[in-house]
């Protein structure tokens, strides 16, 4: 079975620094999909962003980015320039290709603080 | 933009009781999903649905749950008899049919008392 690994619990980070949330997965699937969504505390989901393991180039959505190192089976995202908007619990998420259904599965999550 | 949508946002219900939960997912997505999250826990799959049926269920949708597609456009989710250890927080969400991305609606937190 796919499990999804988030080392971190909390981390803080200064307003307009740099911040990098760690996760790591294991598959034996050739063929996933891994997501990075934002729970704030109005405890909705919010997509961040989403990287294909066929892709080497690593996604980039404005200040969010990832490292996608898949050898190492790790998904870490980039947070530049935080913003007290980005305050909030970070969830690494897995999804395998056709063969292995379409469930998430999410790791335990990081509280991120920005400190003003 | 478009999105998905729960209701009701907050269900209070005594032990035994049955609930419904509804979900509209977005107009063109085929793909439905239930998730649930504990308080202070991760976000748990319960299970899939396409076509009109279950594609996959985890091992905590027991035969307590059921899903339903009631029109062309809700998705429920109920729970029989609810037992205490239900309490948490209820995500629908849906997806594309050529996308693997899912949008979940703002959840449905349910308590159990």
């Known amino acids: 079975a796919q499990t999804v690994t988030q080392s971190q619990p909390e981390m803080s980070v200064q307003e307009a620094e740099t911040v990098t949330l760690s996760c790591t997965y294991d598959?034996?699937?050739?063929?996933?999909?891994l997501f990075w969504y934002k729970q704030p505390p109005s405890r909705q989901m919010i997509l961040v962003i989403r990287?294909?393991?066929?892709?080497?180039q690593n996604a980039t959505e404005n200040r969010f980015s990832v490292n996608f190192q898949k050898a190492a089976k790790s998904f870490s995202l980039k947070i530049s320039d935080s913003q007290l908007g980005d305050a909030a619990m970070y969830f690494c998420?897995?999804?395998?290709?056709?063969?292995?259904?379409?469930?998430?599965?999410f790791g335990e999550g990081t509280q991120l603080t920005v400190n003003p | 933009e478009p999105e998905v949508t729960q209701t009701p946002s907050h269900q209070v219900t005594q032990m035994g009781q049955e609930v419904i939960l509804r979900c509209v997912p977005i107009?063109?997505?085929?793909?439905f999903y239930w998730y649930r999250q504990i308080l202070g826990q991760k976000v748990e799959f319960l299970v899939s649905f396409y076509n009109n049926e279950i594609s996959e269920k985890s091992e905590i949708f027991d035969d307590q749950f059921s899903v339903e597609r009631p029109d062309g456009s809700n998705f429920t989710l109920k729970i029989r008899s609810t037992k205490l250890e239900d309490s948490a927080m209820y995500f629908c969400a849906s997806r594309e049919p050529t996308r693997y991305e899912q949008y979940f609606g703002p959840g449905t937190r349910l308590t159990v008392t």
């Open positions: 998420a897995y999804i395998g290709g056709e063969t292995s259904g379409s469930r998430l599965t």
């Open positions: 990287q294909e393991a066929y892709k080497q």
């Open positions: 598959t034996s699937e050739s063929d996933y999909y």
């Open positions: 107009s063109n997505h085929l793909y």
